[in-house]
């Protein structure tokens, strides 16, 4: 499984108030999607007492046509900021029912091109 989307955040705030994030991209799950459109959001709650946690819901059509959804959720450790950063575990849902599990990795040789990602636009009307 691979993702690769774009981020729309309303501001810099999102990443600190839990606002959700916009995103946008493809989506491949072997035997299931094969480079298809997807959407969703992201919600980032790292700036809280408890737990701290990255949240994904991204939304795809498969290859035969039905509509799927990825949930998935990056519990964020402080003792282990690097490994539990870097794996996400989810579950593909095709309707109601549960169709798989995945565990995406971030390689951290990819977050300096990550960082450098980022820039700040403004979004007129």
């Known amino acids: ?32 999607a094969r480079t298809v459109p997807t959407h969703g959001q992201l919600t980032v709650r790292l700036f809280r007492l408890g737990k701290r946690e990255l949240v994904y819901d991204l939304i795809f059509t498969d290859d035969q046509g039905h509509q799927c959804r990825y949930e998935a959720c990056k519990t964020v450790s402080l003792i282990r900021p690097l490994s539990t950063m870097t794996t996400l575990k989810g579950t593909v849902y095709r309707g109601a029912e549960s169709i798989g599990s995945a565990t995406v990795h971030f390689d951290l040789k990819d977050i300096p091109g990550f960082l450098s990602s980022f820039g700040l636009r403004s979004q007129r009307s």
């Open 1 to 32: 499984m691979m993702f690769q989307v774009d981020a729309i955040a309303p501001g810099p705030q999102s990443f600190v108030v839990g606002t959700p994030i916009q995103l946008r991209g493809t989506m491949t799950i072997g035997g299931i």
